[in-house]
C-alpha cells in the first residue's frame, strides 16, 4: 500500500512536467501535417510531427527533457515561406491558432503572449510619434508626453519578461528614446545612431530566431535606395556585430539572399566580395562559397566567364573563345539541348525574334548526348553559332554559369559583359525593344 501511494503522489508530478504544442490550423482543409523543429543558430533540429484533424487541429507532446528555445513549425512547403517561430521554455503547453488569413495568434502560452503585447504597444506608441512628426503640431510636450510613454512601457515589459526567454528579445529591441524635444531631424539621425546600442548579436537564442536578420533588414531598408547607401548600411551592421562569425555569416547570407532576390546584384556583389566570401572559407561552408561563386559568375554588370568552343562555317570548324568574339557589339547566349522538349519549342520563337535583330549574335550551347541528333536539329537555326558539350550537367562551363534549367539565356555586350538574364523568350522580347 505504501508503495502505490508513493507512485500516487508522484504521478501528478509526473503529468506536470509533460507538455504538449497543440493548436488549429483554419482553414482545415488547406493543411495536412505540422511538423516541429528546434531552431539553433546555424539551423534547425527536427523533433516531431502531427497530422492535423478534420477540424484543423494538432498535438505534439513534448519530452520532458526538451529544451527550452525557439521552436519552429512549418505547415506547407516551401518550408522556408511557411513556417512561423515560437518561445517554448518548458514549463507550460503553448496553444495556438494559425488562420491564412488573420495569421498566428497564442491562446495560452506567457512568453508568445507577452512578446505579440509587447510588439502590439510599441507599435502603436511609435505610430504616435510617426503622426506627431509628420503633423503641425507645434505642442513639444505632445511629443515629449509620447517619448515619457515609450520609455515608461519599455521599462514595464522589460520588468515583465524578467527570468524569461523573453527579455533578451525586448531588450534588443529597446531603440532610442530621447528625453526631451527633438526636430524630425535631430531625432532620426539619433535612431540611426543608436540603432544597434542594445541589440545582443551574441545571444544564442536571438540567433536562433529571425529576430536579429529583421531587425538588420530593418535598417538597411531605412536608408536612401541607392547602392552606396546600402553598402555603407553594410559596413555599418558588420561593425555592429562585431567578432559573431555566426551572427555575421547568418545575417549577411540573408541580406545578400535579400538583394539578390531583388535584383540589387551590385549590393549583393559587395556583400559577398567584401565579407560574405572570406567568411564562407573561414568556416569551411563549401555549399555557400559555391552558391557565392555561382551568383558572382553571372550576375548582371560582370564579366561573362570566358570559355573555348569550336563551331562550324561551311563545314569547317573554327575554334576560339567567347572572348575572342569580336564581330558584334552584343551577343546572345543560350545553353540548351536537342532532348529538351521545350528548347525545341522556344528556340524557333528565338529564332523568330532574332531576325529582326541581325546585329546580334547567337551563340547556342548545347547540352547533348550524342552528336548525331544535335547536328540534325541545328539545321533550322543556320544563322547561330553552334557548340556542343558531351558532358551535359557535369561541364565547367555550365558550372560556372550556374545553369541548372534549359533553355537559359543570357545577354551580353561587346566587352562580354552580362546586361540582362533573361527567363524565357517574352523576357528577351521585352527587353531587345526596350
Known amino acids: 500500500m505504501k508503495k502505490w501511494l508513493l507512485i500516487i503522489s508522484i504521478l501528478p508530478q509526473f503529468l506536470l512536467a509533460q507538455h504538449s504544442i497543440r493548436g488549429t490550423f483554419s482553414p482545415a482543409e488547406e493543411f495536412t501535417y505540422a511538423f516541429l523543429y528546434k531552431n539553433t543558430p546555424t539551423g534547425a533540429d527536427y523533433i516531431d510531427r502531427a497530422k492535423l484533424k478534420s477540424d484543423g487541429s494538432f498535438s505534439i507532446e513534448m519530452d520532458e527533457n526538451s529544451e527550452s528555445g525557439i521552436y519552429r513549425i512549418v505547415y506547407a512547403t516551401p518550408p522556408e515561406d511557411n513556417n512561423f517561430n515560437f518561445f517554448y521554455d518548458g514549463k507550460e503547453n503553448v496553444v495556438l491558432k494559425y488562420d491564412l488569413e488573420t495569421g498566428l495568434t497564442f491562446i495560452s502560452s506567457n512568453d508568445n503572449m507577452l512578446w505579440d503585447r509587447y510588439l502590439s504597444d510599441i507599435s502603436n506608441i511609435n505610430g ?7 503633423s503641425d503640431n507645434p505642442n513639444q510636450k505632445t511629443i515629449e508626453s509620447i517619448f ?8 514595464a515589459y522589460e520588468e515583465a519578461a524578467k527570468n524569461s526567454q523573453v527579455l533578451a528579445f525586448i531588450k534588443s529591441n529597446r531603440t532610442y528614446i530621447p528625453s526631451s524635444f527633438e526636430n524630425i531631424n535631430t531625432y532620426s539621425q539619433n535612431l540611426k545612431e543608436h540603432y544597434f546600442d542594445n541589440i545582443e548579436f551574441d545571444n544564442l537564442l536571438l540567433q536562433s530566431s529571425e529576430f536579429l536578420t529583421e531587425r538588420v533588414m530593418a535598417y538597411m531598408y531605412a536608408m536612401p535606395a541607392d547602392i552606396d547607401s546600402y553598402n555603407q548600411a553594410i559596413d555599418d551592421i558588420v561593425i555592429a556585430i562585431g567578432d559573431n562569425s555566426v ?5 549577411l547570407e540573408a541580406i545578400w539572399t535579400n538583394m539578390m532576390g531583388a535584383g540589387n546584384d551590385a549590393v549583393a556583389n559587395y556583400i559577398s566580395d567584401s565579407y560574405l566570401m572570406s567568411l564562407a572559407i573561414k568556416n569551411n561552408n563549401e555549399l555557400l562559397l559555391e552558391v557565392l561563386q555561382e551568383y558572382k559568375n553571372t550576375a548582371i554588370g560582370n564579366k561573362a566567364v570566358d570559355f573555348e568552343f569550336t563551331y562550324l562555317v561551311d563545314d569547317k570548324p573554327i575554334e576560339t573563345s567567347l572572348y575572342e568574339l569580336t564581330e558584334s557589339d ?14 525545341l519549342d522556344e ?3 528565338v529564332k523568330t525574334l532574332m531576325d529582326q535583330y541581325p546585329e546580334i549574335t547567337v551563340i547556342a550551347y548545347g547540352l547533348e548526348n ?9 539545321e533550322s537555326f543556320p544563322n547561330f553559332l553552334h557548340t556542343y558539350d558531351l558532358s551535359k550537367w557535369e561541364s565547367p562551363v555550365i558550372k560556372n554559369y550556374a545553369v541548372h534549367a534549359t533553355p537559359s539565356f543570357f545577354i551580353l555586350d561587346k566587352n562580354k559583359t552580362i546586361v540582362a538574364k533573361p527567363n524565357d523568350v517574352e523576357e528577351l522580347r521585352t527587353f531587345l525593344e526596350n
Do not use: A, G
Open 128 to 134: 504616435q510619434i510617426s503622426d506627431y512628426y509628420t
Open 148 to 155: 515619457k510613454n515609450l520609455s515608461d512601457t519599455q521599462l
Open 247 to 251: 551572427s555575421k555569416m547568418n545575417i
Open 330 to 343: 552584343r551577343y546572345l547566349l543560350i545553353f540548351w539541348s536537342s532532348t529538351c522538349s521545350h528548347c
Open 347 to 349: 528556340l524557333p520563337k
Open 370 to 378: 550524342s552528336v548525331r541528333n544535335w547536328k540534325k536539329t541545328i
